[in-house]
């Protein structure tokens, strides 16, 4: 019975960035659930290429190039897989960006508003478009990805920009759930410590930044995206059927020290 909760079988799903790193490994967890998941990346090929690799493993895939930070393209993709799939069930915002190493003082107006653009107002976008759709089918599960930088400020890497908008993502998520708990649309979040993904490595390459990371994780350990997609894979099944507008920090205990 409890482990029924866990199965997505018939649900369509969509994955934001999931063409690599964690939205690779939600899209891997919840199509070996029973989900069809569509990956939308902006990066085409590798959505098509992501899509492809997990077809060949027997599951049910489609995808699509998305930029999250044009809610007209936005708009047009939700159109586009609601055409061919029915409906979506589920949408995971996953794609997002770090610019690490900018003091705040010197920080660019670019930088300040791409990282906005991607992480904040990318995920609200996609939540719009497809949470609309979702209140009018009186069902459905949205599960954004903030990060423990939206609770403490990441050491010794200066990235306030990155910081803000995870902590915006974090309330945003609390006030759409607010917003639409009573129509059958859940919003919740999974805040990661930091993952091994293409990401933390072109943050850290080549500076003594791991060291301080690891210093503070009483785990001791940095995570992997699998063990995020499996969190996501909870909060987007029936086994979390209580649970809105929560964010489910993953962190080996990053944030108790
Ligand atoms: P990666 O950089 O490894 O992958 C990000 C993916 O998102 C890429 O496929 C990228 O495409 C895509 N993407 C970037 N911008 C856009 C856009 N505008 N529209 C659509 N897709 C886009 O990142 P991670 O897997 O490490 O991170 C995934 C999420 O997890 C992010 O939201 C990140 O902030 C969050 N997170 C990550 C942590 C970590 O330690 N890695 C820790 C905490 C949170 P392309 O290949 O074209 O760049």
Same mark, same amino acid.
């Given at each position: 019975m409890y482990l029924e909760k866990f199965r997505l079988d018939g649900k369509i799903a969509v994955v934001t @960035? @999931? +063409?690599?790193?964690i939205g690779y490994a939600i899209a891997d967890a919840l199509s070996e659930a029973g989900a069809t998941v569509v990956i939308a990346d902006m990066n085409g090929e590798g959505a098509k290429d992501a899509a492809a690799k997990l077809a060949a493993k027997g599951r049910k895939t489609s995808s699509e190039q998305l930029d999250v930070t044009d809610p007209r393209a936005v708009e047009k993709v939700q159109q586009a897989i609601v055409k061919r799939?029915?409906?979506?069930?589920i949408l995971v915002n996953n794609a997002g960006i770090a610019i690490s190493n900018e003091p705040a003082e010197s920080m660019s107006d670019p930088t300040w508003l791409k990282v906005l653009d991607v992480n904040l107002n990318g995920v609200f976008w996609c939540c719009r478009a497809f949470g609309k759709a979702m209140l009018e089918q009186g069902s459905g599960n949205i599960v954004n990805i903030g990060s423990i930088s939206a609770d403490i400020v990441n050491k010794p890497q200066e990235q306030s920009q990155y910081n803000a908008s995870k902590a915006g993502v974090h309330h945003l998520t609390r006030s759409l759930a607010a917003e639409w708990a009573t129509r059958k649309v859940r919003v919740n979040a999974v805040a990661p410590t930091y993952i091994e993904s293409d990401m933390t490595k072109s943050v850290a390459e080549?500076?003594?930044?791991m060291k301080y990371w690891l210093d503070g994780t009483p785990m001791g350990r940095m995570g992997q995206p699998s063990e995020i997609a499996a969190v996501v894979l909870f909060l987007a099944s029936? +086994?979390?059927?209580?649970?809105?507008?929560s964010i489910v920090m993953a962190d080996g205990g990053y944030t108790c020290w």
């Open positions: @960035g @999931g +063409a690599r790193g799939h029915g409906r979506v069930d080549g500076s003594s930044m029936d +086994a979390s059927s209580l649970l809105t507008g």
